[in-house]
């Protein structure tokens, strides 16, 4: 009898010491949304194809239960020719991840550069994917460095802060 509670005690130690541990993991990886517009045909077609790309970029992350985050990529790639748009692509890459005894900051940096980097190469492969079927040479994007982009948001978010502006709070409530 003296051995049960010492095994209870060590297997209660060692299930909070696995509560405690850090844990990521992919749940679900889908394409949330996407959407292809081609306003220029079939004229486009007919032009020599000089276009212009702009293409936005943006991420945004939720809570969607305990340990549980939804984060999404959003890709819009407008093209032009001559002042009309040949095409607008947009993709909604998005993705469930459980994240679970990371500290605060190391949460944000999953929530803000990890997660969309695991993410960004599907939102790009849809775009050139739906460009290609809309019958345009394939628009390939080049890879993002997300780190770079989320340390360089927390850099403004903190000079806006030490500055006294408000856009910054508002900037890291929609970012965590």
């Not at 001559?82 to 500290?103: M, R």
């Given at each position: 009898?003296?051995?049960?509670p010492e095994t209870n005690g060590s297997s209660t130690a060692a299930g ?116 290609a079927k809309a019958g345009f040479p394939p628009m390939t994007l080049a ?34």
């Amino acid at each position: 009898m003296a051995e049960n509670p010492e095994t209870n005690g060590s297997s209660t130690a060692a299930g909070s010491q696995a509560d405690n541990a850090q844990q990521f993991a992919i749940q679900k990886l889908y394409l949330k949304d996407c959407s292809l517009e081609t306003p220029g045909t079939p004229d486009v077609f007919t032009q020599a194809w000089k276009p212009e790309a702009k293409v936005e970029l943006n991420t945004r992350n939720e809570s969607v239960g305990d340990n549980l985050y939804e984060v999404v990529v959003t890709v819009t790639v407008t093209a032009t020719v001559e002042d009309k748009t040949a095409y607008l692509c947009e993709a909604h890459q998005a993705g469930v991840f459980s994240i679970a005894g990371f500290e605060q900051a190391a949460t944000e940096q999953l929530l803000g550069a990890y997660c969309p980097g695991v993410l960004f190469p599907y939102a790009r492969e849809a775009i050139t994917d739906l460009t290609a079927k809309a019958g345009f040479p394939p628009m390939t994007l080049a890879p993002v460095n997300f780190d770079a982009l989320y340390a360089r948001r927390r850099q403004r978010a903190a000079q806006a802060a030490t500055e006294g502006g408000e856009e910054s709070s508002d900037g890291d409530a929609s970012q965590a």
